[in-house]
């Protein structure tokens, strides 16, 4: 089994994970996180262009946009969000 395989395994659970959390109510920002984990392993590891598509010249491309920007935040925001 290769490593693609694997990390799309983890990216279809993360997204089941993240379903489902939103369907309960439970965390919306991790299970948002979890949903653009899924994104960023399908478009990284099988659709390549979306994720080295340019959106702006000068900007980094989207996947590392994505990942190194919407992820960590959304998981900042996760950790600090309380359910009332």
């Given at each position: 089994m290769t490593?693609?395989?694997?990390?799309?395994?983890?990216?279809?659970?993360?997204?089941?994970?993240?379903?489902?959390?939103?369907?309960?109510?439970?965390?919306?920002?991790?299970a948002v996180?979890?949903i653009?984990?899924?994104?960023i392993?399908?478009?990284?590891?099988?659709?390549?262009?979306?994720?080295?598509?340019?959106?702006?010249?000068?900007?980094?491309?989207?996947?590392?946009?994505v990942?190194?920007?919407?992820?960590?935040?959304?998981?900042?925001?996760?950790?600090?969000?309380?359910?009332?």
């Amino acid at each position: 089994m290769t490593w693609n395989v694997i990390f799309l395994i983890g990216g279809i659970a993360t997204l089941v994970l993240g379903i489902f959390s939103l369907v309960q109510r439970r965390q919306t920002f991790l299970a948002v996180a979890g949903i653009l984990w899924f994104c960023i392993v399908l478009f990284s590891q099988f659709i390549p262009n979306v994720y080295n598509a340019v959106i702006i010249k000068g900007l980094p491309v989207l996947g590392s946009l994505v990942l190194f920007l919407a992820l960590p935040t959304f998981l900042v925001l996760a950790f600090f969000s309380r359910k009332d």
